[in-house]
T-cell receptor, first 111, second 116 residues
């Protein structure tokens, strides 16, 4: 069965500093991986996804994630965060025709 | 893409009552999902609702507690029955795009429920 582990429930980081949100998965079949973002008082939105091809995927707002099969990871990174990145980030994997979410990581941007 | 709306956006309810949450999608979709997001927890799938058939419930969720209707391809309701404070949560409706496996899953804005 597929599963997703987000090791950090909260990550505080200073504005303009880099950040990495960790995600590890387990899957016995082909892997489709996602990062979703939930801004305060808003619904979930897809940030980026890996289906196949290049292992490095990027979003339009500067986030990127790299699929690492040997380490079963799909960590999310951004070289310089902004206050507007304050949100909860969910890693997810597709398994058994349904999407399975991690517990989420709350990103706190410190001024 | 799919635009999803939910009603109500939030509610405060008394113990023992029931609340029906509506989900409307701007396009026809085969599969709709209902999730629960409890404070500090991940999203938990409650059930999958396909038009024209009974909803499929995940382990730990039963139809008597969370009856679901799916009368057409753009609409679904989830009822939270005989509520208790443990049902306080955000309830999310979701659909999958028509591209098949790996297709983006879209979420409604959620219904914030507080049970007193």
């Amino acid at each position: 069965a597929q599963s997703v582990t987000q090791l950090d429930s909260q990550v505080p980081v200073f504005e303009e500093a880099p950040v990495e949100l960790r995600c590890n998965y387990s899957s016995s079949v082909s892997v489709y991986l996602f990062w979703y973002v939930q801004y305060p008082n808003q619904g979930l939105q897809l940030l980026l996804k890996y289906l196949s091809g290049s292992t490095l995927v990027k979003s339009i707002n500067g986030f990127e994630a790299e699929f690492n099969k040997s380490q079963t990871s799909f960590h999310l990174r951004k070289p310089s965060v902004h206050i507007s990145d304050t949100a909860e980030y969910f890693c997810a994997v597709i398994g058994d025709d349904k999407i399975i979410f991690g517990k989420g990581t709350r990103l706190h941007i410190l001024p | 893409s799919a635009v999803i709306s939910q009603k109500p956006s939030r509610d405060i309810c008394q113990r023992g009552t029931s609340l029906t949450i509506q989900c409307q999608v701007d396009s026809q979709v085969t599969m709709m999902f209902w999730y629960r997001q409890q404070p500090g927890q991940s999203l938990t799938l409650i059930a999958t609702a396909n038009q024209g058939s009974e909803a499929t419930y995940e382990s730990g969720f039963v139809i008597d507690k969370f009856p679901i209707s799916r009368p057409n391809l753009t609409f679904s309701t989830l009822t939270v029955s005989n509520m208790s404070p443990e049902d306080s949560s955000i309830y999310l409706c979701s659909v999958v795009g028509t591209g098949g496996i790996g297709e983006t899953q879209y979420f409604g804005p959620g219904t914030r429920l507080l049970v007193l």
